[in-house]
């Protein structure tokens, strides 16, 4: 038996393969193995033998036994290790993968709220399907009044006799103005980056969709002086040098005054020549008291200034665009550019 234990030890040992080690587990252990005729033989030895020998043999068949499984999950896992490896395949290669990229818009957008929440605004939103008198009425705008000629409006429904329940596609982000107060009341600091409607004839500066940023800061002792400043602030840190800005006296119902903002612009040229010229760049002005009453803010305690610019303009600014039609044009050449 001692003979056989040794035996048992060495050939175990030697096992360096599955099949293997699957023959020692039959020769030894297995019903006709080795280990089992010794068991058996048990019953024909003196029950002194048995005492001596049965415990013995029962310690060498665990022995084996547990040497054997983890010889055996090694191997098993070893041969699964290897098969993955073989089988493995990189099922991304059936798909011509691109990184996607942001769109300029968006990315300018991204910019300019880092640079507004920077200076205490918050960044609002609402709906663009919006009443007749969020979008004009409330905002100094009345039916009769000739400002609205000015933005060609997509109606959804005009029936009804009073603008409250008139609908329209928002024709800009000045909505949000009225929205904010009325839910907010004053102060308010807010800038509204959104996608806004006109019905327009499309042409290379011209689309039916576009994107505004809305600016509206109320507070009380706020004056024009706060206006050119945050509008310079942002100016710089969006253009990354300092850019000279001029007020010229412009018409918004919603604002008194009304300002239009031109900017210093410098670029250069299809030919290669560095130019810069005024450039119209953003309607503004003081928040007119109508509208501050139709938001419940009382205008003799609260003022503040409102701005409003085109986003997507900006980013045809910004990025050298010259077509504004190839900023929803879904082409991919354009996109990747960004
Ligand atoms: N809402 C105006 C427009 O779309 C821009 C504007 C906003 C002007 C705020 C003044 C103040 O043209």
């Known amino acids: ?29 297995g019903k006709k193995g080795d280990l089992t005729s010794f068991l058996k033989e048990l019953k024909s030895l003196s029950a002194e033998d048995k005492k001596k020998i049965g415990p013995k043999l029962q310690s060498i068949r665990t022995e084996l036994t547990q040497v054997l499984y983890l010889k055996k999950t090694a191997f098993e896992s070893e041969a699964l290790e290897k098969q993955l490896q073989s089988d493995w395949i990189d099922v991304t290669k059936a798909y011509n993968l691109q990184n996607g990229n942001i769109h300029p818009v968006a990315l300018l957008q991204r910019r300019i709220e880092t640079i507004f929440t920077s200076m205490g605004f918050e960044v609002a939103d609402g709906p663009e399907v919006e009443t007749e008198w969020n979008n004009f009425d409330a905002l100094n705008i009345p039916s009769t009044h000739p400002a609205r000629d000015m933005q060609d409006t997509f109606w959804i429904g005009s029936d009804a006799s009073d603008s409250k329940h008139n609908v329209v596609l928002r024709t800009h982000t000045s909505n949000i103005q009225i929205r904010s107060m009325l839910r907010d009341g004053a102060p308010v600091r807010i800038i509204v980056p959104g996608r806004v409607y006109r019905n327009e004839a499309v042409d290379m500066t011209h689309d039916a969709t576009f994107y505004q940023v809305e600016g509206l800061l109320v507070d ?56 810069s010229r005024w450039l119209e760049f953003m309607g503004a002005g003081m928040v007119h008291p109508n509208v501050l009453k139709n938001c419940d803010v009382d205008p003799d305690v609260y003022s503040g200034f409102a701005f409003g610019f085109g986003l997507t303009r900006l980013a045809m600014l910004r990025y050298g665009i010259d077509d504004i039609r190839l900023l929803f044009s879904h082409k991919k050449e354009f996109l990747t550019q960004f």
Request: glycine share 8%; with cysteine; hydrophobic share 40%.
């Open 1 to 29: 038996m001692c003979h056989f234990e040794k035996k048992a030890r060495e050939v175990l040992g030697r096992c360096d393969v599955l099949e293997k080690l699957l023959a020692f587990e039959k020769d030894f252990l």
């Open 220 to 275: 009380k002792g706020i004056s024009l002086a706060h206006l050119k400043g945050t509008i310079e602030t942002m100016l710089q840190r969006l253009f990354e040098k300092k850019i000279k800005i001029r007020f010229r006296p412009g018409y918004f119902p919603f604002v008194e005054p009304g300002l239009e903002v031109d900017i210093w612009f410098e670029f250069i040229d299809k030919s290669g020549r560095k130019r």
